[in-house]
Every structure is written in C-alpha cells, then in structure tokens.
C-alpha cells in the first residue's frame, strides 16, 4: 500500500470515531423534537454516526480491495444497536454494543481454541509471522482480554455518566488494544517465524 492510501486508511479508520466524539461534545446538552418526540444528544449523534461508520467501511473497501472480519461483525452490531438506539429512542441498546461485540469476539475465540485452532489466525490472516503455537498464546490472551473489556464496558455504562461511557467507547478501548499488542511483543519474538525454516513452523 502506497504512502498517500496508508494515510487515507488511517483517516477512514479513525475519521467515524473522531466526529462521534466531536458530535456528541457539540450537542450532549441539547434535546432534539423530531416527530413529536424528543431526543436526547446522544441518540441523534448516534443516529448521524451509522451512515458515516458505514460510508467509511465502503470507502476503505474501495481503497484496500478488503475489510477485515472484526471491522464487518462492528459494522453490523452498530447498525443494529444503533438503529434500536434511535427507533426506541433508548441510549443504552448504543451502550450494550461493546459488551455484546467483544463478547462474541471472545467467545469465538474460546470455541476455536477448544477445537485446538486459533480462529485468531483466520481472522487475521495469518498478518503476523508467528508460529502456530504463537497464535494459539496470543489468542488464549486476547480471548481473556475481549472477556474483560467486555465487562469493563458493562461496568461504565451502568455505573457511570455518558461523558466516561463516550470517552471510553472511544479512546479508552483504542488504549487498552494498543497497550495490550504493545505488551504482546516478548511473545512475537519468541515465536517469530522470519528465521525459521518453513518446514519447521
């Protein structure tokens, strides 16, 4: 991938979550009377944020000929939460998506593992150049890891504001898989496959 499409793919990725969070800041305070009902901040930002989520994925597709299975399973779930979202007119179905996305990313992870198969792999693949047993290691790891943020999402939904529930649907997910593949870097070097034989791995 070219430079200016590695910098278009950035934008793609990122652009969705950047004017939700800018959305939501704008009108968190305001109700919004739309057919006789009134709307709260959040749902019409949520409302605005399922088109640009799924514009965004289309564009990328255009862009890199693919999208990954994780990004498609998102695009959905934000589709149907944020539609209940807005046709219920009730934040909190937006709110269970986390929980809901990375518990099944979590649980699929755990069914392939029992089955003796990183689903991981797949899922990703084969992106990183590690041996079988090292994509086993980092899928046990990231299937407990989805588990936890999963509950994590259930705890500051319930227990917080919506201004902790955005900052960390956004923000605080993106730092927790950053420092989580940050801390998983022993492991790809003790697995790598870049001096192996392909016979051995």
Not at 160 to 175: H, K, P, R, Y
């Amino acid at each position: 991938m070219s430079e200016q499409n590695d910098w278009r793919k950035q934008a793609l990725d990122l652009g969705p979550v950047l004017l939700f969070v800018g959305g939501y800041l704008l009108v968190r305070d305001q109700s919004f009377a739309i057919g006789g009902r009134d709307y709260a901040g959040f749902v019409i930002v949520t409302a605005c944020f399922i088109p640009i989520l799924a514009l965004s994925n289309w564009l990328l597709y255009r862009l890199t000929g693919k999208v990954s299975r994780m990004q498609i399973l998102t695009l959905v779930l934000a589709v149907v939460f944020g539609g209940l979202t807005v046709a219920l007119n009730d934040e909190r179905f937006f709110k269970m998506k986390s929980t809901l996305a990375f518990g099944i990313f979590s649980g699929l992870l755990w069914i392939g593992l029992a089955r003796g198969q990183s689903w991981l792999e797949f899922i990703m693949d084969g992106a990183l150049p590690i041996t079988h047993e090292g994509w086993m290691i980092l899928t046990r790891r990231l299937a407990v890891f989805f588990a936890c943020i999963a509950a994590a999402n259930e705890v500051i939904w319930r227990g917080f504001s919506t201004d902790v529930f955005v900052a960390w649907d956004t923000f605080g997910q993106m730092a927790a898989m950053m420092g989580f593949f940050l801390a998983q870097a022993g492991l790809l070097k003790r697995h790598s496959t870049e001096d192996i034989p392909p016979r051995a791995r």
